[in-house]
C-alpha cells in the first residue's frame, strides 16, 4: 500500500514553533503591504529631496486622484487573480465603458442617470462572458480574456469606427474636480471603495470562499462550493470595475478614446502581484492591492515629473513585477530541498 | 495489447497529423478560390506571410512543451524589430544585427528560464513582467515607428534561392532542426519534464537545466521571428501586438500540443500556423472587412484553441490506468 | 556473527526536520555486502525521507553517509548512481508519455554518431536487459501510460538494479506486483552479486523471507534493530506502534442495526474503473473496504459523492433511490467524503486551521454574509473536543499542523455537516499513532450516534479491528464480503490478491 511523505508543512517563513494567536488569514500576508505602502513614502520622500517643488499637498492630492483608476480596477483584476485567473480584456473594457459613458451622454446631463447603469451593465456583461467562458470551457484564463478582450475590441472598433468622443457629461467631469468638504471628491470616493472593496474580500463569507477556490480547487470541489457561481460572479465584478473605471477616467480627461484603458491593464496586474498575491491565487489581502495600486500610480507620476518617457515606464513596471515576484519567493522557500 | 495500441497512437500521430491534414484541405479549398495560390509564387506569398507567427510560435511549442506559459513573445520580436531598423543599415550591418537579436532573445529568454527554473517563479507571470519590460526597451530603442531595414535583409529574405522561396528555406531548416532536437537527449528531456515532473527528477533528468534550455531557445526563435518580420514591414515598429500573441497560442494549439505540455510538436504548430495564416487569408479574399477580422480573430483563436487541445486530449486519451 | 569487514553503507547519526516536523533524527545503521536489510516502520516513521536522502534528492542535516568508506554527499540522483546507490522508488519514478526503453535509460541514453538517441538500438538494448531479469511480456516501445501498474512497477525494479549498483534501495516495491517470486528471484541474484540491498517494507512476511536483519524506525527514530529470526510478530508491532497493537484495538460491540432501513444502498454500480459493485451500508455500522492499489476503491468513493460518473448502477439513501449529481449534492443528501489527498483534495493551505474547518458551514456564521469570528468559533468548537484537536491549534495556518492534526481537522469539517454517512479514504495516512486512536474513537462515537461508515484503509489492522464488516475489491469489483467471523488479516489479502476461497498460507500479517 502507498506510504506517504512525511508531513511537510512547507508554509510561511514567519509560523514560529510557539503558537501566538494571531487571527485567521492575517499577519504574514500584512508584510508586503506595509511593505510597499513604505516604498510609496520612500518615492514620495526621494522625490521632494531630489525637486523641491514635488511633494506639495496639492500635487500630493493629485497623486491620490489619478490613483482612483488604478484602485478601482485592480480590485476587480485582484479578485479574479484571487481565484486563480487573469483578465486580459480589463484595458478593453475600460475603453469601452468610457466610450459608452461618452457616447450616451454627448456632453449633456440629461442622460447621465441612464448613461451610467447602461455603461455598467454592459461592460459587466462582458466580464460575465468572461467568466462563463472561464467556469466552461476549461481552457487557462488568459486565453479565454485575451481572445475575448480582441473581440470586443473590434466590436467596439466596429460600432464606433474608431473615433473618439469629445464631450463627456459635465456632471461627471464636475464630479471628478470638484471637493465636499475639503476633500476632492475622488479621494472621497476611493475612501467608500477601499472599505467596500476590503469587506468584501476580507470580511464576507463570499470572500472566503474566493480564497479556499484559490488555495485548493480540488479540495473546494469535493467540499461543493460553489465555484462556478463564484469563478461568473467573480470575471463579472472585474467587469463592473473596469466599466467604472472608465466612466471615471471619461470624467476626468473630458474625452473618451477606444485604448484609453490599455495603459491600466498591465499596472492593474502589477499593484496585484506587488501587493504580494500569488499568481495562482489562494493568498494576498486586498490592503496589499491597495498598496500595490497607491505605489504604481505615485510612480507613475514620478515618471511624468522626471519627463521620462513612455518606454522607461513600462521598463519599470516590468522589472518591478520581476522584482516583486522575486521577493515573494524569498519568503515562501523555508528550507533547502 | 500495449503494443497495438502504441501502434495506433503512432499512426493517428497525435495532433500534427491532424493539423497537416486539415493544413491541406484548407489549402485546396483556399487554391480553389485563388487559383494563383497554387503556382510558386502563390506558394511563395503564403509561406512569407506564415514564416513569422511559425518562427514565433515554435519557440513557443519548446516552452509549452516542458510544461510553462510564456507570454514575452511579441516583446521579444518588438526589440528585435527596432534593433535591426536601427542597426542594419549603419552600426551592425545585416548579419551583425542578425548576431545581436539573436543574443537579445538568448539573454531575455535566460532571464525568463531563471526565474522560471531556477527561482521557481510562475511563468505566466514572470513573461508578462519581461514582455512589459521588452515593450519599454523597445520604446526606448524607438520610439515610434521609423527607422529603416537594410535592403539586403529584405531582398534576402523576401527572394528565393535557386527557385525555391527563402521563408520554405528557413522553415525547413527550422523543422529540420526540431526533428534533431526531438531525437536528441534534450528533446527526451523537454517532453519528459513536460509530462511529470517528479518522475523526471527521479529519474536523474536536470529539470531546471531542461527549462532554461526551453525559455533561451524560444527567445532566440522570437528574435529570428523579429529579424525576418523586418523584412516584411520594411521598418521598426516598437509596438507589440495583442492579437499576435494569441495567434501564437492558436497556431501552437491547432498543431496538437497540450498547453498543460509533454505532448506535440513542432511540425504540428507549424501546420497550426499555416491553417491561421490561410485563414487570414481566406477572410481577406472574402471582402470580409478590416474591423470585422479583429472580432473574427478573438472568437477564431478561442475555438481554434479549444479544438486544438481537445485534439491534444484525444491523443494521449487512451489509458489502461486502473481506478 | 557480527560481520567485521568495512561495511559498504555507513549511515551516521543522520537528522532531517522540515519546519516543526522531525522527519529522521539522529538513526544510523550499516549495510554490508551481499545481505539485504529491512527497513520497517508506519507511515511517518521516516522511511522515505531515508530513502530520499541516500537517493541524493534531499540533504539532511546533519551526520554523515559513507559508501566504501567514501563520503557520501550526493548533489542528485545521477550523482547518487555513479557512487553506486540505486533506488526503486514507491512513488513510481517513470515518465507516462515515453516508451519503456526511453525510461529504461534515463536520463542520458546513449546516442549515436550524430548525437541523436538510436530509438530502435535502445529498445533491443531494453528487450534484452528484461529478458535479462526474467520480464518477457512488456515491449520496450510500448509506452509507460498505456501499461498496468503491476508492469510499471516491474519496470521500475529492472530500471534500478540493471546497472548492478553496489546499493539498491527497493521501497515497497511489492505493492502492486502479482507475482513477488520473482522479485524474490532478482533478490537472490543481486546478492550473488554482492549486492547489498535495503528493503524498505511494511509487510511482514516479505522482511522474514528476504532479510536477515532488519530496522525498525518509530517517529523518525530508529527503535529496533536486529536479527530478523530473533523478533516476534508482537515485538516489532509494538515496536513500530509503540503500544501492542492488541491493546490498542481491542473489539468493541458493534453499534450496527442491520435490521433498520440501509442509509445507503448501492446495486451493480458500473463505470470507468468500476466493475459491477453492490453493497448495503446499515445505520451505526462500520463498513470496510480493502483493497491492492488500484483496484477500483479510489473510484468507487469519488462516484459515491458524484464526482466519477457512473454508467450503470442505483443508489438508495435511505430507500430512496437516487443520481448524485456532485459533491455539493451529495453533501445536501448526507454524505461527506474525506479525501485520498490530503495535501492537493483536502487542505487550504493558505486558510488557517479554523477557516479550514468552518468553511463548509461558514455562512451560518455569517450574519449578512459579514464573518463573525466569534461565531465562527463557536460552531468550530463544536465539533473540535470529538476529534480532539486542540483549541490552540485553532488560529494557526493549518499548514503548520502536523498530518494528524490536519487529518483531525478535516474530520472535524466533516462533522460539521452533520452527515449521516460518511465516506474516508485512508483517513490514518501520514498520521502519528495518537492522532490515530482519536479518529478510531471518532468513527466509534459516530457510528453509535446512527452514522455510518464507509471506510478505505491500507492497514489490515484497522479494517480488521474497526469494522463490522469488510468489502475486498478485486480487478474493480467486489472480491468478497467478510462478516464478523470471517474478518481476518489473511482472508482479506487472499481475496484482495485474487485467490477466492481459501487463504493462502502467509505466515503471519502484514499490509496488503
Redesign the interface.
Known amino acids: 500500500m502507498r506510504m506517504h511523505e512525511p508531513p511537510i508543512p512547507a508554509g510561511h517563513a514567519a509560523v514560529s514553533k510557539t503558537p501566538a494567536a494571531r487571527r485567521a488569514l492575517i499577519g504574514p500576508e500584512l508584510l508586503p503591504a506595509l511593505m510597499v505602502f513604505a516604498a510609496t513614502m520612500v518615492l514620495v520622500v526621494g522625490m521632494k529631496i531630489a525637486n523641491h517643488s514635488f511633494g506639495s499637498f496639492d500635487q500630493l492630492t493629485a497623486i491620490m486622484v489619478t490613483a482612483i483608476f488604478l484602485v478601482v480596477a485592480s480590485f476587480g483584476q485582484g479578485l479574479i487573480i484571487l481565484l486563480g485567473g487573469i483578465d486580459l480584456s480589463l484595458g478593453v473594457v475600460i475603453g469601452i465603458g468610457g466610450m459608452m459613458i461618452a457616447g450616451l451622454t454627448r456632453g449633456s446631463d440629461d442622460a447621465l442617470l441612464l448613461a451610467i447603469p447602461a455603461t455598467l451593465l454592459c461592460c459587466a456583461g462582458i466580464g460575465l462572458v468572461n467568466g462563463i467562458g472561464v467556469a466552461l470551457a476549461k481552457l487557462p484564463p488568459f486565453i479565454i480574456t485575451l481572445s475575448s478582450g480582441i473581440t470586443f475590441s473590434g466590436v467596439a472598433l466596429g460600432l464606433t469606427a474608431g473615433s473618439s468622443q469629445q464631450s463627456v457629461a459635465p456632471a461627471l467631469q464636475k464630479f471628478m474636480n470638484s471637493s465636499f468638504l475639503g476633500i476632492p471628491c475622488p479621494i472621497l470616493f476611493i475612501i467608500l471603495f477601499v472599505l467596500a472593496a476590503w469587506l468584501f474580500q476580507n470580511r464576507t463569507a463570499e470572500g472566503r470562499k474566493l480564497y479556499a477556490i484559490g488555495s485548493s480547487p480540488g479540495a473546494a470541489r469535493i467540499l461543493g462550493l460553489p465555484i462556478a457561481a463564484l469563478t461568473i460572479a467573480v470575471y463579472t465584478i472585474g467587469g463592473l470595475c473596469a466599466g467604472i473605471t472608465g466612466i471615471l477616467l471619461a470624467g476626468y480627461s473630458s474625452s473618451a478614446t477606444l485604448n484609453m484603458g490599455d495603459a491600466l491593464l498591465m499596472p492593474s496586474i502589477a499593484a496585484v502581484v506587488i501587493g504580494g498575491a500569488r499568481v495562482t491565487g489562494g493568498s494576498g489581502i486586498y490592503l496589499g492591492t491597495f498598496a500595490g495600486a497607491l505605489f504604481l500610480s505615485t510612480l507613475s507620476t514620478v515618471i511624468t515629473t522626471l519627463s521620462l518617457s513612455q518606454g522607461f515606464r513600462d521598463l519599470v513596471q516590468g522589472g518591478i513585477i520581476l522584482i516583486a515576484l522575486v521577493l515573494q519567493s524569498g519568503r515562501l522557500i523555508v528550507g533547502s530541498r | 495489447m ?2 497495438s ?2 501502434l495506433i ?1 503512432k499512426m493517428a500521430g497525435g495532433g500534427a497529423t491532424a493539423a497537416s491534414a486539415l493544413l491541406c484541405v484548407m489549402f485546396v479549398i483556399y487554391a480553389l478560390h485563388e487559383p494563383s495560390a497554387l503556382s510558386l509564387f502563390g506558394i511563395g506569398n503564403v509561406l512569407n506571410n506564415t514564416v513569422v507567427l511559425a518562427l514565433a510560435a515554435m519557440g513557443l511549442t519548446l516552452v509549452v512543451l516542458c510544461g510553462e ?1 510564456d ?1 514575452s513573445g511579441p516583446g521579444v520580436i518588438a526589440i528585435a524589430n527596432v534593433v535591426v531598423a536601427t542597426t542594419s543599415t549603419g552600426t551592425l550591418g545585416t548579419g551583425g544585427s542578425l548576431a545581436a537579436v539573436l543574443a537579445i532573445g538568448a539573454a531575455v529568454g535566460c ?1 525568463n528560464g531563471f ?1 522560471v527554473a531556477y ?4 511563468s ?3 513573461s ?14 524607438l ?1 515610434a515607428p521609423g527607422g529603416e531595414v537594410s535592403d539586403a535583409i529584405v531582398n534576402t529574405l523576401s527572394g528565393d534561392f535557386f527557385g525555391i522561396p527563402a521563408p520554405a528555406i528557413v522553415l525547413a531548416l527550422v523543422g529540420g532542426l526540431w526533428l ?1 532536437l526531438k ?3 534534450m ?3 523537454l ?2 519534464v513536460g ?2 515532473e ?9 529539470v531546471r537545466a531542461t527549462k532554461l534550455f526551453a525559455f533561451v531557445v524560444s527567445g532566440m526563435c522570437y528574435a529570428m521571428a523579429g529579424y525576418v518580420y523586418c523584412a516584411e514591414i520594411g521598418s521598426g515598429d ?1 509596438r507589440i501586438s ?2 499576435f ?2 495567434f501564437m ?1 492558436a497556431a501552437v494549439a491547432i498543431g496538437g500540443t497540450s ?1 498543460n505540455g ?2 506535440g510538436g513542432v511540425i504540428g504548430t507549424l501546420a497550426g500556423a499555416g491553417i491561421l495564416t490561410i485563414l487570414q487569408k481566406m477572410l481577406f479574399a472574402l471582402g470580409v472587412a478590416d ?9 477564431i ?2 475555438l481554434a ?2 479544438f486544438g ?1 481537445l485534439s491534444a486530449l484525444l491523443a ?1 486519451a ?6 | 556473527m557480527k560481520d567485521r569487514r568495512q561495511p559498504v553503507l555507513d549511515f551516521n547519526s543522520v537528522s532531517k526536520r522540515y519546519g516543526a516536523t522531525v522527519a529522521l533524527d539522529d538513526v544510523s545503521f550499516e549495510l554490508h555486502a551481499g545481505e539485504v536489510c529491512g527497513c520497517l516502520g508506519e507511515n511517518g516513521a521516516g522511511k522515505s525521507t531515508l530513502v530520499k536522502i541516500l537517493s541524493g534528492i534531499v540533504v539532511p542535516d546533519a551526520g554523515e553517509i559513507h559508501i566504501a568508506g567514501q563520503p557520501f554527499r550526493p548533489r542528485g540522483i545521477v550523482d547518487a548512481r555513479a557512487h553506486g546507490v540505486s533506488t526503486a522508488f514507491q512513488e513510481l519514478s517513470l515518465v507516462p508519455t515515453l516508451s519503456v526503453a526511453a525510461n529504461m535509460f534515463l536520463p542520458r541514453p546513449k546516442l549515436n554518431r550524430l548525437g541523436l538517441v538510436p530509438r530502435r538500438q535502445i529498445e533491443q538494448e531494453a528487450e534484452q536487459i528484461l529478458q535479462a531479469h526474467d520480464v518477457t511480456d512488456i515491449s520496450p516501445a510500448a509506452l509507460v501510460e498505456d501499461l498496468p501498474l503491476g508492469m510499471r512497477q516491474r519496470i521500475e525494479i529492472v530500471r534500478a538494479l540493471w546497472r548492478r549498483p553496489a546499493v539498491l534501495l527497493l521501497d515497497e516495491a511489492t505493492a502492486a506486483l502479482s507475482d513477488r517470486e520473482w522479485l524474490f528471484g532478482l533478490v537472490d541474484r543481486m546478492l550473488q552479486a554482492n549486492t547489498s540491498i535495503l528493503y524498505i517494507s511494511h509487510k511482514l512476511d516479505e522482511i522474514r523471507r528476504l532479510c536477515r536483519r532488519c530496522v525498525i524506525l518509530r517517529n523518525g527514530r530508529k527503535v529496533l534493530e536486529d536479527e530478523v529470526a530473533e523478533m516476534s510478530d508482537e515485538a516489532i508491532f509494538s515496536s513500530m506502534a509503540g503500544r501492542s497493537m492488541v491493546e490498542t484495538s481491542t473489539r468493541q460491540s458493534s453499534s450496527a442495526r442491520p435490521g433498520a432501513t440501509p442509509v445507503l444502498e448501492a446495486s451493480h454500480l458500473k463505470g470507468p474503473g468500476i466493475e459491477d459493485i453492490g453493497f448495503s451500508l446499515a445505520p451505526g455500522e462500520i463498513l470496510g473496504v480493502a483493497g491492492l492499489e488500484g483496484h477500483g476503491q479510489s473510484r468507487l468513493f469519488k462516484a459515491l459523492v458524484g464526482l466519477s460518473p457512473l454508467e450503470q448502477g442505483t443508489i438508495a439513501i435511505e430507500g430512496v433511490p437516487t443520481m448524485i449529481r456532485s459533491p455539493r449534492h451529495a453533501r445536501r443528501l448526507g454524505l461527506v467524503l474525506v479525501p485520498e489527498e490530503r495535501k492537493s483534495e483536502g487542505l487550504f493551505n493558505d486558510l488557517s486551521t479554523q477557516a479550514n474547518i468552518s468553511l463548509p458551514v461558514i455562512n451560518e456564521a455569517s450574519p449578512l454574509h459579514f464573518l463573525n469570528w466569534a461565531a465562527e468559533r463557536r460552531l468550530v468548537e463544536k465539533v473540535t473536543p470529538t476529534v480532539n484537536l486542540a483549541e490552540r491549534y485553532l488560529p494557526l495556518s493549518i499548514s503548520a499542523l502536523s498530518g494528524g492534526n490536519q487529518q483531525k481537522a478535516i474530520l472535524a469539517r466533516a462533522l460539521l455537516a452533520e452527515p449521516r454517512c460518511l465516506f474516508l479514504f485512508d483517513p490514518t495516512r501520514g498520521v502519528d499513532v495518537g492522532a490515530k486512536q482519536n479518529i478510531y474513537a471518532m468513527m466509534r462515537g459516530f457510528v453509535r450516534e446512527g452514522g455510518a461508515i464507509l471506510f478505505y484503509s491500507t492497514e489490515l489492522d484497522e479494517l480488521v479491528h474497526l469494522c463490522d464488516r469488510c468489502l475486498v475489491l478485486y480487478r474493480n469489483t467486489i472480491a468478497g464480503e467478510l462478516g464478523p467471523e470471517g474478518l481476518s488479516q489473511d482472508r482479506i489479502l487472499a481475496l484482495a490478491s485474487g485467490y477466492a476461497g481459501g487463504a493462502r498460507a502467509i505466515a503471519s500479517s502484514g499490509g496488503a
Not at chain 2, 508578462?128 to 530603442?141: D, E, F, H, N, P
Not at chain 2, 517528479?198 to 536536470?206: D, E, F, H, K, P
Open positions: 500495449a503494443k495500441i502504441s497512437r506559459l507570454l532571464v526565474l527561482l521557481k517563479l510562475q505566466l507571470a514572470v508578462l513582467g519581461t514582455l512589459i519590460a521588452c515593450q519599454g526597451i523597445a520604446l526606448l530603442v520610439p534533431l531525437h536528441s537527449r528533446g527526451i528531456w517532453y519528459a509530462t511529470d517528479q518522475a523526471s527528477r527521479l529519474s536523474g533528468v536536470n516598437p495583442d492579437s500573441l494569441l497560442y498547453l509533454g505532448r474591423f470585422y477580422t479583429n472580432i473574427f480573430n478573438g472568437i483563436m478561442i484553441i479549444f487541445q494521449g487512451q489509458r489502461l490506468r486502473k481506478a
